[in-house]
């Protein structure tokens, strides 16, 4: 009878570990993947005005990257589809981005938030080759009012060695947060 008690506690024991973890990352991936900012504003600067009805093309640069991209607004749907070229500063330090995540902000003509929509992630982008371009496409609803839009980003590029530097291991952190209460 004592073998089924510990079996069971030990069960029971694993249980909560897996609810726990699952609870946990649920909320990580929540909070850090997709955050909420609505009713904040897009940076004046960073305020890329959105043109009437329509396929556009576009060129956007900061001192990280470089954004290709062209836009059909109908109504209220969005699709939007591009190339992100990494800048030559970070081409000629570092070998790999390690991770990169690209997102697109909506706001209204005052430049306040109305929604995010997240654009593209991806991971060990290699920087020594040819094909070191991320591309993008997607399509969504966008509120009625939308006017204006701004792309918001973060990465880290390292040189793909080990030890923390010492054996080319070094790394740095870009981002743009064009964003303001």
Known sequence: MKKYRTISGFRSMMLMVLLATTFATWGCATT??????SGLNIKPGFQIPMASEGTHSAFYQSDDLAIHYQYTKSGDSLTIAGTVSFSSGTMMNFNYVDYFNLAL????ADGKI????PLVSASWVNLTTSNRQ???????NISPGAALMAF???????EGGSDGGENGGGNTQFWEYPIVK
């Open 32 to 37: 850090l993947l997709t955050p909420n900012y």
């Open 134 to 140: 991320v591309r993008f496409s997607r399509s969504f």
């Open 114 to 117: 109305l929604s995010n929509h």
């Open 105 to 108: 902000l909506i706001a209204d």
């Open 152 to 158: 918001t980003y973060t990465g880290q590029a390292s």
